[in-house]
C-alpha cells in the first residue's frame, strides 16, 4: 500500500473554483483506481469522483459538468478540479487509492480496499 496526501483546500464563495491535489507515493496495484470522496457533518461519506490507471472516469451525479479528475502519472499526483461550486459542496474531501477488483473501478472496493489520505477541508459559502 501508499501514502497519499491531500492539499488545496479552503474557502470560497458559491460559484467560485478550488483545485485539490493528492500527492501519492508507493504501489497501488497494476491496475488501480484512485478516487475523491468527501464527508460532510452528520453525512455518509460518499463518493466524488474516480479514475482508473487507462483515464477513464466516473463522476457522481451531483458534481458532473462542474468537477473534473486528473491524474499526473510523472509526478504522481491526482487532482480534482471544481469549479461552480455550491454550498452542498461543502465537506472532508479524501483520495484514495487501490487496486482495481472487478472489470471497472468500483467506489465500494475503492473504499475497502484503498489507501486514504487525511483529507483537506473544503467549505463553500452562500
Known amino acids: 500500500q501508499g501514502q497519499l496526501v491531500e492539499s488545496g483546500g479552503g474557502s470560497v464563495q458559491a460559484g467560485g473554483s478550488l483545485r485539490l491535489s493528492c500527492a501519492t507515493s508507493g504501489y497501488f496495484g497494476s491496475t488501480r483506481c484512485m478516487g475523491w470522496f468527501r464527508q460532510a457533518p452528520g453525512k455518509e461519506r460518499e463518493a466524488v469522483a474516480m479514475?482508473?490507471?487507462?483515464?477513464?472516469?466516473f463522476y457522481a451525479d451531483s458534481v458532473k459538468g462542474r468537477f473534473a479528475i486528473s491524474q499526473d502519472n510523472t509526478k504522481n499526483i491526482l487532482s480534482l478540479h471544481m469549479n461552480s461550486l455550491k454550498p452542498a459542496d461543502t465537506a472532508m474531501y479524501y483520495c484514495a487509492a487501490g487496486p482495481r477488483i472487478g472489470a471497472t473501478c468500483s467506489a465500494p472496493d475503492l473504499s475497502r480496499l484503498g489507501s486514504w489520505g487525511r483529507g483537506t477541508q473544503v467549505t463553500v459559502s452562500s
Open positions: 479514475i482508473e490507471s487507462n483515464g477513464k472516469t
